[in-house]
């Protein structure tokens, strides 16, 4: 790899789960490319998750007008403009995005002319509406998707082979420079009962449900959040807390370390469920608004509460939000189809053994 060529900007500009992903492109570059040296330009609340990882060389960060933050006042545009301006200036070899949306082409575009490789999926690729696709002739290399494959993570894979990664590009979270892994099977489920969006959701009686069902199986609880979520979840989760159900809700590197030592996590449609893939947890996805095949982790299950639905999938712009029964794709779901799909993963002892 030409001196220039090995250094390449992985551009990371839209939500948690997106930049959770993004950190199987570094491990696949990084294993691969030893040589390489990777830089990120992301939000600056993702900092974090990629402070210690041993394969990034430096990390840009600045807002973008795109993901849950798509529009940006006078002062974070010209600050975007001036870092834009600073990363073309250190003339990258590559730079990389992996969704293929025109304004991340555009971004790419201005700070390597000539090297900025993307994702094209091919017309009638579900994942396309997920995005704002175009400006596509300002990529240097498009790597194709074809119809078949709305999958973020097999794309991501094919992008890293097109670099001339060989590794599997599966995220890795990294703690003190050393990657956070699954303690193993425990007495524990994880549950993250928050998402980005209202009509995600799954109601809280329902969740209280899935509480009692998994103590009768003889099982802990332990409810995730964020530590600005915790006087909620305690009001919400009232009268259950206890000796076998836990709520934590600390900053992001506790919630990682915490996340590794649960048996099974069940999750919405979030970042939770790619923060889990890269600690290796088995997951359990609730979804219905989505289509969960574009953004769900290779090896985790999932519940679509909307098949059957006319509305569904929606791709999160619900119509149903003032129907007499909105957002039934999620309040479909119920607590026992959540524990007997628990019980295919092996996640709960037998109720024999429970009652024992």
């Not at 839209?14 to 959770?20: I, K, L, M, S, T």
């Not at 969704?99 to 900025?116: K, Q, T, V, Y």
Request: hydrophobic letters at 45%.
């Amino acid at each position: 790899m030409s001196t220039r060529n090995r250094d390449i900007l992985i551009l990371q500009c839209r939500n948690f789960g997106d930049a959770v992903i993004a950190t199987g492109l570094i491990e696949s570059l990084g294993r691969s490319l030893p040589d390489a040296n990777i830089s990120l330009f992301t939000r600056p609340q993702y900092l974090s998750l990629f402070a210690d990882n041993p394969y990034v060389s430096a990390v840009y960060t600045a807002s973008f007008p795109m993901g849950t933050l798509s529009r940006l006042d006078f002062k974070a545009i010209i600050d975007l403009g001036s870092k834009i301006w600073q990363l073309r200036r250190r003339r990258f070899g590559r730079v990389v995005h992996i969704s293929g949306d025109l304004r991340e082409n555009l971004i790419g575009w201005l700070i390597a002319p000539r090297g900025l490789i993307a994702p094209k999926w091919a017309k009638g690729n579900p994942f396309l509406r997920t995005i704002r696709a175009g400006l596509g002739f300002l990529r240097s290399q498009s790597v194709a998707i074809d119809d078949g494959n709305p999958n973020v993570y097999i794309a991501q894979q094919k992008v890293a082979a097109a670099l001339g990664a060989t590794a599997e590009a599966h995220p890795r979270l990294y703690v003190g420079g050393q990657a956070i892994r699954h303690a193993g099977n425990s007495d524990t489920i994880g549950l993250h009962v928050s998402a980005s969006h209202h009509f995600r959701m799954w109601p809280v009686a329902a969740w209280r449900t899935l509480v009692e069902g998994i103590r009768a199986r003889g099982m802990r609880v332990k409810i995730f959040g964020a530590p600005n979520e915790r006087p909620r979840l305690l009001t919400e989760f009232a009268g259950l807390i206890g000796p076998d159900v836990e709520i934590s809700t600390g900053a992001l590197a506790e919630f990682f370390t915490a996340l590794s030592g649960v048996r099974v996590l069940v999750c919405l449609d979030s970042f939770s469920a790619h923060a889990a893939y890269a600690i290796d947890v088995p997951t359990l996805m609730l979804t219905g608004p989505s289509m969960a095949e574009i953004y769900k982790p290779p090896p985790s299950a999932f519940i679509n509460g909307g098949i059957g639905m006319a509305c569904a999938p929606c791709m999160n712009v619900p119509t149903c939000t003032h129907s007499a029964q909105p957002y039934q794709c999620m309040r479909e779901i119920s607590p026992d189809a959540v524990l007997k799909r628990l019980d295919l993963m092996g996640a709960l002892p037998s109720k024999t053994q429970a009652a024992e």
